[in-house]
């Protein structure tokens, strides 16, 4: 991946690695899902960067989605992102409170968790 400020980004490196552990594939076998992620430096909708969480075919990649849609795509900001994978922020009152944006299915939504994100390391 292309170098980032974003410490987003650091977390999908980390993601790479977790899909092909065990406890990664289980994932894949229980999301079965194609996520989007627009991650914004400070403000949604502006400079971001765009990764796709593939936990169909478990891998993590840099750019739009190329398979037709995702699941689902969510907009939020580098600090936002970074909480609520950490489970420091809950998804559905982040959504609420405007700090998620989803395009897609709501159904499919509902499934991003931070449980499928590896347990922070020291970042």
């Known amino acids: 991946m292309a170098k980032s400020s974003l410490k987003s980004a650091a977390l999908m490196e980390q993601m790479k690695a977790h899909l092909s552990t065990d406890a990664g594939k289980d994932i894949v076998k229980k999301v ?23 936990l169909k075919k478990g891998e993590v990649t840099e750019g739009p989605y190329e398979g037709g849609k ?14 609520i994978s950490s489970g420091k922020m809950n998804p559905q009152i982040a959504f609420m409170r405007g700090a998620i944006k989803i395009k897609g ?19």
């Open 32 to 54: 079965n899902l194609v996520y989007q992620l627009n991650i914004a430096p400070k403000k949604i909708g502006f400079n971001e960067e765009i990764f796709v969480v593939d």
């Open 70 to 83: 995702p699941d689902a795509t969510f907009s939020f900001t580098d600090d936002d992102f970074i909480k």
């Open 105 to 123: 299915s709501m159904t499919a939504a509902t499934k991003f968790t931070p449980d499928i994100f590896p347990k922070p390391s020291k970042m």
